[in-house]
């Protein structure tokens, strides 16, 4: 889900179904792994990787081990 904590334009966060509180839900989507979407387009490797991804960066990394070493260099933004 995208959640609205109601601090700005700039706060929305994404946040698991199953861990709802008493955040408005601003918007739900689906999500891709990264190797999914590696493979889907073909890449072998990836110069630079420019991640801003409202607060699922922790299960992103906890699952990298199948597709980091194939990253050159990553950019992200953690807050």
């Known amino acids: 889900m995208v959640t609205d904590p109601r601090r ?3 706060a929305f966060r994404t946040q698991a179904a ?3 509180d008493d955040l408005e839900v601003a918007g739900v989507t689906s999500g891709l792994s990264m190797e999914t979407l590696m493979d889907a387009h073909g890449l072998s490797k990836i110069d ?3 991640i801003d991804i409202e607060g699922a960066e922790k ?7 199948g597709w980091i070493g194939r990253v050159a260099m990553i950019c992200i933004e953690t807050c």
């Not at 299960?59 to 081990?65: I, L």
Request: proline share 6%; no cysteine; hydrophobic share 40%.
């Open 8 to 10: 700005g334009a700039w």
């Open 18 to 20: 199953s861990d709802r």
């Open 48 to 50: 630079l990787l420019k």
């Open 59 to 65: 299960p992103v990394f906890e699952s990298s081990s």
